[in-house]
């Protein structure tokens, strides 16, 4: 392995929260190469981060988007409300500039797929623990595409489409993404897309803004 050439001049102390255990194996040994980044723990529900980021001892927070108990990015906000200077990298599956624009305005300093590389999974980490901005140069374009577009006119009902619909009127039941997953046959990872597709859509930043909008509207029987 090629490792990248910026490493940080002292040790971060890393906490992986992920609940697919293979994954946070995987983590462990690309990180293990850096040979200037330890881990200090595991997560593997929103309860297990916010518990284990009181000890004090975290340099950054690597966080999948999809963890039990918690839905869409208010994980995200949550950590940033109870420790503002903790940064946040990002690892997940949605390769989808909308989720990383909701993710990166919600508090997350940076954002990566799980299929990037290793090196530049070591090079987020280190940019990211030292307070810079770090994005998928997969995503770079779409995601300044995304984060200029306007969002001053949300859209009706009638510019969704069926699917979106559907995962709406669940959400506004009060349903969580498993569930809604398991009820459509969908994805979880996809559920959640959908999800922030229609906070893109409706102008909403936060769940509970967008079950409001949804009644306050009739965008939903």
């Known amino acids: ?13 890393v906490l992986i929260a992920d609940d697919h255990a293979l994954v946070r194996e995987g983590i462990r040994k690309v990180l293990g190469f ?11 529900a929103a309860d297990d981060v916010l518990s284990r980021i009181q000890v004090g001892d975290v340099d950054l927070l690597l966080l999948d988007l999809l963890m039990p108990g ?11 409300a109870a420790h503002p200077k903790l940064p946040i990298l990002v690892l997940t599956m949605h390769a ?9 305005q919600a508090g997350a300093l940076g954002y990566l797929t799980k299929d990037t590389s290793p090196e530049l ?6 940019h990211v623990a030292a307070g810079r ?8 374009g779409a995601l300044i595409r995304a984060l200029n577009s306007p969002q001053d006119s949300p859209a009706q009902v009638s510019e969704l489409s069926a699917r979106e619909r559907q995962v709406l ?11 809604i997953a398991t009820a459509l046959g969908l994805a979880a ?33």
């Open 1 to 13: 392995m090629n490792l990248p050439t910026t490493a940080s001049s002292r040790n971060v102390r």
């Open 169 to 179: 009127l669940a959400l506004v039941e009060g349903k969580s993404v498993l569930d």
């Open 34 to 44: 850096a040979g200037d980044i330890t881990i200090i723990g595991e997560a593997v």
């Open 133 to 140: 901005d770090y994005v998928d140069p997969s995503l770079s």
């Open 121 to 126: 999974l070591i090079d987020a980490v280190h």
């Open 70 to 80: 918690s839905n869409d990015v208010d994980l995200i906000e949550r950590v940033v």
């Open 96 to 104: 989808d500039p909308h989720v990383a624009r909701r993710a990166l």
């Open 189 to 221: 990872n996809t559920v959640s897309t959908y999800k922030a597709r229609l906070m893109d859509k409706l102008g909403q930043a936060s769940l509970s803004d967008l079950v409001r909008y949804a009644l306050r509207n009739g965008l939903v029987d």
